[in-house]
T-cell receptor, first 111, second 114 residues
């Protein structure tokens, strides 16, 4: 059964810093991996989706990488802003299963 | 509609009562998913519909939980004899046949069982 973990659980940084969020999964037979953002009391917003055949995806200040063989993905946020404060969730879509989410990393960017 | 909508946004009920949570998917999306998110955790899969039928209900925790999608659009998650442990945010998502592995999420229903 697929299991997804995220490190760190929480992170607080000053505005302008570059930062990396980590996601690990136990079963490398995945179809895709997706990073979501969740604001308090809100639903999930998709940030980046990486297909299993891809190594990375970029959108603006966000870059996500995927190393399927080692069961890892990272989300890189450049020049962080207070508006980036939210919980970031990693989710893996595996063959024969449905989306399995990690517990999330709670990010605070201080002005 | 423009996105996935869920009603109510908040529901407070007493232990032992019956509740229904509603999800309106994006128009034309054939797949619909229900998740449960407890405080400090990621969403946990409950059930997946393809059209009107439940293609995978392996995530439903017990027989107090049931979901329907009679016309292949709106879905209702039903919880009988609610328990305090059922308190969570219930999220709904939908996806299209063109891109079945990209899900769009609603804002969720926060259920509190007192």
């Amino acid at each position: 059964k697929q299991e997804v973990t995220q490190i760190p659980a929480a992170l607080s940084v000053p505005e302008g810093e570059n930062l990396v969020l980590n996601c690990s999964f136990t079963d490398s037979a995945i179809y895709n991996l997706q990073w979501f953002r969740q604001d308090p009391g809100k639903g999930l917003t998709s940030l980046l989706l990486i297909q299993s055949s891809q190594r990375e995806q970029t959108s603006g200040r966000l870059n996500a990488s995927l190393d399927k063989s080692s069961g890892r993905s990272t989300l890189y946020i450049a020049a962080s802003q207070p508006g980036d404060s939210a919980t970031y969730l990693c989710a893996v879509f595996s063959y024969g299963q449905n989306f399995v989410f990690g517990p999330g990393t709670r990010l605070s960017v201080l002005p | 509609g423009a996105g996935v909508s869920q009603t109510p946004s908040n529901k407070v009920t007493e232990k032992g009562k019956y509740v229904e949570l509603r999800c309106d998917p994006i128009s034309g999306h054939t797949a619909l998913y229900w998740y449960r998110q407890s405080l400090g955790q990621g969403p946990e899969f409950l059930i997946y519909f393809q059209g009107t039928g439940a293609a995978d209900d392996s995530g439903l925790p017990n027989d107090r939980f049931f979901a329907v999608r009679p016309e292949g659009s709106v879905s209702t998650l039903k919880i009988q004899r609610t328990e305090r442990g059922d308190s969570a945010v219930y999220l709904c998502a939908s996806s299209s046949n063109l891109n079945p592995y990209e899900q769009y999420f609603g804002p969720g229903t926060r259920l509190t069982v007192t």
